[in-house]
């Protein structure tokens, strides 16, 4: 299974970042795609997560109404759109894949992307 997150970079609060993520070796359909998010000196924390088969989506509490995930079933892709961004939200953001049902959970997620950082200036 190989996840291979795009996207990030430096970004000015109240702007815009795109995150891609694409996913090989598993059978997406059968898996839920998300996003997690690592700052300094704290713990991961889930962001986003899509099922792949029904489209279902699930958002953090700090992230609902600020992003958007998508998926695209003919390149395996999945996709975080992330809008009005704060300080806060810099990051190093995990893509990642977990069996169904969906869940919040870092430990009931089974394959990882490398990362890719996000920072927002104020």
């Known amino acids: 299974v190989q996840l291979q997150a795009f996207g990030g970079g430096l970004v000015q609060a109240g702007g815009s970042l795109r995150l891609s993520c694409s996913l090989s070796g598993l059978t997406v359909i059968d898996n839920v795609a998300g996003w997690f998010r690592q700052a300094p000196r704290r713990e991961r924390e889930f962001v986003a997560s899509?099922?792949?088969?029904?489209?279902?989506?699930d958002y953090s509490d700090s992230m609902k109404g600020r992003s958007r995930i998508s998926r695209d079933g003919a390149t395996n892709t999945v996709t975080l759109e992330m809008n009005s961004l704060k300080p806060e939200d810099t990051a190093i953001y995990f893509c990642?894949?977990?069996?169904?049902?969906?869940?919040?959970?870092?430990?009931?997620?089974?394959?990882w992307g490398q990362g890719t950082l996000v920072t927002v200036s104020s």
């Open positions: 990642a894949a977990s069996d169904f049902p969906p869940s919040r959970t870092e430990s009931n997620w089974h394959s």
């Open positions: 899509i099922t792949w088969r029904n489209g279902r989506k």
